[in-house]
């Protein structure tokens, strides 16, 4: 069956550009995350989804990154003005759990985004 | 403020040599340790979920216990196929706090 799927799966963008990161979760999955990655690093919290909502946004570094999921499937993270320490792998994650335990995540390839 | 170390940050073993890596964690709350396994290029692989001390998983090779405050990931007679990130997480809230991973690398 399909997993979670990211696109693009490599990102190249110039300092102070906009950009977008896409995840389509496993069809049914209520939750959805998106973690960043960096290299030698654990993946670090960004925002969480149950359903359309955003229940959880307490990672995102500050206000350049947004994230919406206006329909409770698609999400797309949206960086604003990227510096080049926005420079990591974006990973998402969904989940079949509906509030309470968080349970096993299922997680994309994620998008390897480069700022020069 | 949650804090979860690994060690050893890498590990080479031959093949056929057991070892553990080790998850060190201090929160407040423990709802569940997770372990997961990453390898080069994907996302991470849903392993183990521990939720008590003292409670212990198996699959294949892999044996993961806990306690109060921490956690071992035992591999015996790991293959080369072993080689990867492991990852361990905590989880509070909702969300999971990760450590930084013990890469692996099984020599044939």
């Known amino acids: 069956g399909a997993g979670v799927s990211q696109t693009p799966s490599n990102k190249v963008t110039e300092k102070g550009k906009y950009v977008e990161l896409r995840c389509d979760p496993i069809s049914g999955h209520t939750a959805l995350y998106w973690y960043r990655q960096s290299l030698g690093q654990g993946p670090e919290f960004l925002i969480y989804f149950q359903g359309t909502g955003a229940a959880d946004d307490s990672g995102l570094p500050n206000d350049r990154f947004f994230a919406v999921r206006p329909e409770g499937s698609v999400s797309t993270l949206k960086i604003q003005r990227t510096e080049r320490g926005d420079s990591a792998v974006y990973l998402c994650a969904s989940s079949p759990t509906g509030g309470g335990s968080t349970g096993e995540l299922f997680f994309g390839e994620g998008s390897r985004l480069t700022v020069l | 403020e949650d804090q979860v170390t690994q060690s050893p940050e890498a590990l080479r073993l031959q093949e056929g040599e057991s070892s553990s890596l080790n998850c060190s964690y201090t929160?407040?709350?423990?709802?569940?340790l997770f372990w997961y396994r990453q390898d080069p290029g994907k996302g991470p692989e849903f392993l183990f979920t521990l939720y008590s001390a003292g409670e212990e998983k198996e699959k294949e090779r892999l044996k993961a216990t806990l306690t109060k405050k921490e956690s071992f990931l035992h591999i015996t007679a790991p293959k080369p196929e072993d080689s990867a990130t492991y990852l361990c997480a905590v989880q509070v809230t909702r969300q999971l706090t990760f450590g930084s991973g013990t890469q692996l690398t099984v020599l044939p």
């Open positions: 929160v407040s709350g423990l709802r569940g």
